[in-house]
């Protein structure tokens, strides 16, 4: 009988075959030779320790810190590298340098990941999936984190926090999902009802990180040459072709498998089958953004692709996996604020939060030097920071205060140009966002876009969660979600859950 290995399980063989005959010696941390790894230095066979063995403090001491805090959210992912190939001529709406000319290509790292669970959590479960991309331009790092969907569950960041609160562990019972926490708080905030959709459709458990579309999410800005400015959405469409994973075989995976959309990623690259996504853009004039019948910069609506058609751009491909996991998949430093001249935020609530919480979480998760870490490192950085935990780049002679007159770095001339001079106006004012038409979209998605077998199967998934919530959250749930969307939605899942006499299924 024989089993077959994939090249994941060969990576060590791999190596191995690569470096026959070129064996080094071990060293300390600090470069000095260890003569004698396999046992500690002591006095006699029993005596205790001595403290001079450098070669066992040095292991140990750099042992006890190898973990580093995990994300707080998308801990678990896997990441690759490859190019950004222009193959369509969009200057016209951007400056940015990536989009120069056709055939051009920009290098890539992207991550990918699920949201709700820890580092080692299994792949294959329901969730929302990131898609994250570092473009190392000539203008340094431009990251768009996005997600596999082209929605979220709310769009602003004041409930964010919350809202992941309710997607991780209940803080009695350090257990997960927790289907009254969950349900509670997406029934008070109906706005969660068009990711809540995606999310429980088939969609919710892609075949592999290969398989699924990716979704800058937020609308961006595009500055041209002449200064004009567009409002853009991303959009990355599989080549692989759109799969997914039933979920009574995605549990079972769950299971077999923790690490099956890694270890699929890896092997694809590994043997060559390269995962490509061709590029596109929707554009929105501010003319059309003034007039629009739907927030443009709501995070919770997509753009109508009849209204604003896809606009084809490029592709990506991934050709190289990570020669090392931890330095380049687990320290890659995504930041929707790495933006480069030509490209600029939009008024999103949600990204007008994240321009804030990604390089305060970096600071916090890698130190205050991420950006000089290799995988995060654009080409050149010249600036008038310094000094913290782990300076590698102290940029030499070069004067550490702004002005000067001794040769230190000046502004840059056509950053300065492509920045657009925004007029604002209004009341500063909490303004609750949650009641803009929450369900003309998703009634769009369950009418129109689903097939009646996938709306039968997004009703069983709904039901799977729902059924382990309280009969109040239950009724809540269906009342202010899903009976807007469909009153037929409304009352299948009540069917479902309360049975033909109306009654509860559920025990407490
Ligand atoms: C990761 C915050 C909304 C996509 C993270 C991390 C934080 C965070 C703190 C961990 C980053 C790290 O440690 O490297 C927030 C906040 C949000 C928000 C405060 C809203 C106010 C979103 C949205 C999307 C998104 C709307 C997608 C459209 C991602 C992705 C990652 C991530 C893909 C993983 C990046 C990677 O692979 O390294 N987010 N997030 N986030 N977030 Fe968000």
Redesign the pocket.
């Known amino acids: 009988k024989t089993f077959q290995r994939d090249a994941a399980a060969n990576q060590l063989l791999q190596y191995a075959e690569k470096r026959e005959g070129e064996k080094k010696s071990i060293t300390t941390n600090s470069g000095n030779p260890v003569g004698y790894k396999d046992a500690s230095l002591t006095v006699g066979y029993h005596g205790p320790t001595l403290l001079q063995d450098v070669m066992l403090l040095d292991d140990l001491s750099h042992f006890t810190k190898e973990r580093n805090p995990e994300?707080?959210?998308?801990a678990k992912?896997a990441?690759a590298f490859g190019y950004f190939e222009v193959t369509h001529d969009i200057t016209q709406y951007t400056a940015a340098k990536p989009f120069s000319e056709i055939g051009k290509r920009t290098p890539i790292a992207m991550?990918?990941?699920t949201?709700a669970g820890e580092r080692g959590y299994p792949d294959t479960v329901r969730d929302i999936r990131?898609?994250?991309i570092k473009f190392y331009t000539e203008d340094g790092i431009w990251d768009i984190?996005?997600?596999n969907t082209p929605v979220?569950f709310i769009k602003d960041?004041a409930l964010?926090?919350s809202f992941i609160h309710v997607m991780k562990r209940n803080p009695v019972t350090n257990l997960r999902p927790d289907y009254d926490m969950f349900w509670d708080m997406e029934s008070l905030r109906p706005e969660t009802t068009h990711q809540t959709l995606i999310t429980f459709s088939d969609r919710g458990i892609p075949r592999s990180y290969r398989h699924m579309h990716g979704?800058?999410?937020?609308t961006y800005g595009f500055v041209n040459h002449e200064g004009k400015f567009s409002w853009v959405k991303y959009h990355f469409v599989t080549n692989q072709g759109i799969q997914n994973i039933p979920p009574k075989e995605a549990e079972k995976l769950a299971g077999q498998d923790t690490d099956y959309h890694t270890r699929d990623l890896y092997n694809a690259i590994a043997k060559g089958d390269y995962p490509s996504w061709d590029f596109f853009i929707q554009i929105m004039t501010p003319e059309q953004a003034d007039k629009s019948p739907y927030d443009p910069f709501d995070?919770t609506k997509v753009w109508l692709h009849a209204d604003y058609p896809l606009i084809p751009v490029g592709r990506i491909v991934l050709n190289k996996n990570p020669s090392n996991y931890f330095g380049e998949v687990e320290q890659?430093?995504?930041d929707v604020a790495h933006l480069i001249p030509g490209i600029e935020p939009s008024p999103d609530r949600?990204l007008q939060?994240?321009m804030f919480?990604?390089r305060?979480?970096?600071q916090y998760?890698l130190g205050p030097n991420y950006n000089q870490l290799p995988v995060n490192s654009p080409y050149s950085v010249h600036n008038y920071s310094r000094d913290g935990y782990g300076t590698v780049n102290s940029q030499g002679g070069a004067p550490n205060y702004h002005p000067n007159s001794f040769e230190g770095p000046v502004n840059d001339e056509r950053a300065h140009e492509l920045a657009p001079s925004i007029p604002l106006h209004g009341e500063a004012k909490r303004i609750d966002s949650g009641n803009d038409d929450n369900f003309s979209q998703p009634r769009l998605l369950y009418q129109r876009v689903l097939k009646e077998d996938e709306r039968e199967r997004l009703v069983d998934n709904l039901v799977d969660w729902l059924k382990r919530t309280t009969p109040a959250i239950q009724k809540r749930t269906i009342e202010n979600l899903f009976d807007p969307v469909d009153k037929s939605l409304g009352n299948r899942l009540r069917e479902a859950l309360f049975g033909d006499e109306g009654e509860f299924h559920i025990e407490i």
């Open positions: 994300r707080v959210v998308h992912g990441g991550r990918f990941s949201v990131g898609f994250a984190v996005g997600n979220f960041a964010f926090s979704y800058g999410s937020h995070l890659i430093a995504m949600m939060a994240r919480a990604y305060d979480t970096h998760r």
